[in-house]
């Protein structure tokens, strides 16, 4: 089909898939003149899944980027899985700012916390994990708000973020004979944030309400 | 403490505070001088309140002032909950696009699946809740991506969300005699998402780890 037609089935505007060109998401159409391609259907679905991890997903454009890189290059499951898992942006909260010695204090008192929860979870993770440095920078800020998070209530959110990990990977795993792993696995681990957060608020919206009722 | 002791202690410029001023989402100080205020610690807890719901729970400053004024205006718990809950901003997916016949039929299949699933999880929501359209926009995207979350599939991730949402009603309902409830109440409804999100990635490094070992 003509770039015209993808745009149709797609709802993507002609300059948003030539950018998305440019930007090495969406792979080249089959040249079929010096300046047309044809485009197939491995176009539609690549043009969909952008549309979902950057709205959705909230993914920047250079984050969506590097996990569809992980997808295209993807030699092993187990190596995309793991590729994807890193591309996916964290989200963290702002640098340290105030006192010195107070903010390493605090640090240190988080990352601590943070050590903590992983051994009691029998989690494998490596110290400069950036999701380690995420949530120790988290801690760190409600520790200042004054809010209860130590760990043995935390853990009973990490039990649940556990099971949902277990949810997600069965998922992620079950689509490995398929040529459509990668791309599945890229939607399972990348959507699953927003979706959980979307089932939280629905959930946290009826709570609310017994409550009030 | 005069404005500049107050920007030393939470790391906040002056410049900002300033604008969190003008955007009313920090009280004004008491007043000594026509052009000088005498500030104290309750406007520190509250800019680094600010601090946690713009950075740690990526809220706009719009959502934020809505977040902060329902807590100002709070006049019995349950009431500010709710207040609260709402005032969050819903993640949501893009506007439909392309075939229009498409569209609504894909529209209306994706809210048939919600509407199952909050029935079988006996969620209280009203049918114009601003999470149930966000859920079904999600849902639609995710069925063109053949991605596979049939209410059965779902009701997996609901249940576990649904944890979640208990764990921090129990939470922010325990200061339900404290002067600082309303306070602690945004801290435990806007940033459970977020942590939730840290620790989901954690365990996802994790699972992915022990595959690729």
Not at 94 to 101: E, I, N, R, S, T
Not at 103 to 127: H, K, R, Y
Not at 156 to 168: G, I, K, N, Q, W
């Amino acid at each position: 089909m003509k770039i015209s037609e993808l745009s149709r089935r797609t709802g993507v505007p002609v300059a948003s898939i030539k950018y998305f060109r440019r930007e090495g998401l969406l792979p080249a159409g089959r040249a079929t003149a010096a300046t047309l391609a044809e485009y197939g259907d491995e176009h539609v679905q690549r043009l969909r899944l952008i549309k979902a991890l950057t709205t959705l997903g909230g993914l920047s454009i250079a984050a969506a980027r590097d996990v569809l890189t992980a997808v295209d290059q993807s030699e092993s499951a187990d190596g995309t899985l793991k590729a994807i898992s890193y591309a996916l942006p964290v989200p963290v909260a702002q640098a340290p700012a105030g006192d010195a010695d107070e903010e390493a204090e605090a640090e240190a008192a988080a990352a601590a916390d943070v050590a903590g929860l992983i051994a009691a979870m029998g989690w494998q993770v490596p110290d400069d994990s950036p999701h380690v440095q995420g949530l120790t920078t988290a801690l760190r800020e409600l520790r200042r708000l004054d809010a209860d998070y130590r760990p043995e209530r935390l853990v009973h959110y990490a039990e649940l973020a556990h099971s949902v990990a277990r949810l997600d990977m069965e998922r992620a795993a079950a689509f490995e004979n398929s040529p459509t792993l990668a791309e599945q696995a890229v939607i399972v681990l990348a959507l699953s944030g927003p979706l959980l957060e979307l089932l939280r608020r629905l959930a946290q919206e009826d709570q609310v309400r017994r409550r009030s009722a």
